[in-house]
Every structure is written in structure tokens, then in C-alpha cells.
T-cell receptor
Framework: AQSVTQLDSQVPVFEEAPVELRCNYSSSVSVYLFWYVQYPNQGLQLLLKYLSGSTLVKGINGFEAEFNKSQTSFHLRKPSVHISDTAEYFCAVSDLLQGAQKLVFGQGTRLTINP | NAGVTQTPKFQVLKTGQSMTLQCAQDMNHEYMSWYRQDPGMGLRLIHYSVGAGITDQGEVPNGYNVSRSTTEDFPLRLLSAAPSQTSVYFC?????????????FGEGSRLTVL
């Protein structure tokens, strides 16, 4: 079984500053990794994903994440945040046999951007 | 584009009452699922379905029933609501053989059980 740990429940940053949201996972098999974003009062939407290939993955809205197999991490980064990035971010993992059918989510990180 | 539609958006129940949360998708996705979201716990899978007539339990199935009579609809039933079921519920769908891993979520249903 897989598990996901998001190391920070809340991350406050100033506008135009860089940000990193940390995610570690545990699995005995190879995995797919995802970041989803939830804006206030909305459902989740996919930000980016790692399935295979290059370990640096680029997503929407200028976000990117790097898969590090040795450290079992998939941290999300953005070099310069905007007020509109205020949201909750969820890291998720799925093993290759299950595909998208069973996504296991982390606890979420609430990103707050201050002007 | 409707996508995944959940109703109702808000509901208040008394302990012991029953209700059904509706979920419909118009993308012809074979896979559908229900998650609950609680503060500090992320999203937890309740039940899922890989096609009409097929359902299976997720991580937290107790107290919930599902059925899948059509590809489009996947209702979640609470037979006897308990305060522990106060939560925000999300329905999600994806193509069955999704190599993309992308789940499409509804906007959520906020349930309060008194």
C-alpha cells in the first residue's frame, strides 16, 4: 500500500517570492505521482503529474515538480508566486497496477500568498 | 461543458436520517469514485466503480452504499447518518484505461450531520 506525507500543513509566502511544497511518499512498487490544486469552494484539478521519463515535470500556472526516487520525494516548486496561487495543494500517489483508480492523497498544504 | 455534477451542494441532516448524494458525468468515463475530505486528513476514498454494475470499497466504506446502474451516474447513499459523516464529499471520474492518471472532480457536497 502507498502513503503520502505532506510535510507542511500551511505555507505563507509573500507575493513574487519562490515557494516549495514538500511531499514524500512510501510504496513498495513503482508509482505515478501527482499534484492537485483546490481553489476555495471548488473541486480539485490536476496541476502536474509524473508517470515516467524526465524527473522534472512542468505543470500549469508555472509550477514544476521533481521526482526523486532515492529520497522518495516529489516536491512542488514555483519561482515566483502570485496572489491567485492561494489555494490548497494535494500530493497524490498511485501504483502502476491501479492506474488512476486508487489515488492516495496527502493531507494537503494550504498556500497563502501575502501582498 | 458540464463535466462532473454533484447535487446537492449543501445538506444538513439529523442523526439517523438517510439521504443520497447524486453524481453524474457526461464524459463517458468508465471509472467513478467518491472521496470525503476532512481537515488535516486530505481526501479518503469511500467507494469506486470501474464500470456499470461494478463497485468496490475504498479506504473508508463503512456507513455508505453505492450502486452503478449506468455509466453516467454514481450515487452515494447514507442509510443512517452519523455526526462522524459530517464532511465534504467529492465525486470524481476518469477514463478506465487512463495512463494520464487524471481524475476529474465535481465541486463537492458539504454535509452536516447534527
Amino acid at each position: 500500500a502507498q502513503s503520502v506525507t505532506q510535510l507542511d500543513s500551511q505555507v505563507p509566502v509573500f507575493e513574487e517570492a519562490p515557494v516549495e511544497l514538500r511531499c514524500n511518499y512510501s510504496s513498495s512498487v513503482s508509482v505515478y505521482l501527482f499534484w492537485y490544486v483546490q481553489y476555495p469552494n471548488q473541486g480539485l484539478q490536476l496541476l502536474l503529474k509524473y508517470l515516467s521519463g524526465s524527473t522534472l515535470v512542468k505543470g500549469i500556472n508555472g509550477f514544476e515538480a521533481e521526482f526523486n526516487k532515492s529520497q522518495t520525494s516529489f516536491h512542488l516548486r514555483k519561482p515566483s508566486v502570485h496572489i491567485s496561487d492561494t489555494a490548497e495543494y494535494f500530493c497524490a500517489v498511485s501504483d502502476l497496477l491501479q492506474g488512476a483508480q486508487k489515488l492516495v492523497f496527502g493531507q494537503g498544504t494550504r498556500l497563502t500568498i501575502n501582498p | 461543458n458540464a463535466g462532473v455534477t454533484q447535487t446537492p451542494k449543501f445538506q444538513v441532516l439529523k442523526t439517523g436520517q438517510s439521504m443520497t448524494l447524486q453524481c453524474a458525468q457526461d464524459m463517458n468515463h468508465e471509472y467513478m469514485s467518491w472521496y470525503r475530505q476532512d481537515p488535516g486528513m486530505g481526501l479518503r476514498l469511500i467507494h469506486y466503480s470501474v464500470g456499470a454494475g461494478i463497485t468496490d470499497q475504498g479506504e473508508v466504506p463503512n456507513g455508505y452504499n453505492v450502486s452503478r446502474s449506468t455509466t453516467e451516474d454514481f450515487p452515494l447513499r447514507l442509510l443512517s447518518a452519523a455526526p462522524s459523516q459530517t464532511s465534504v464529499y467529492f465525486c470524481a471520474s476518469s477514463p478506465r484505461l487512463a495512463a494520464t492518471g487524471e481524475l476529474f472532480f465535481g465541486e463537492g457536497s458539504r454535509l452536516t450531520v447534527l
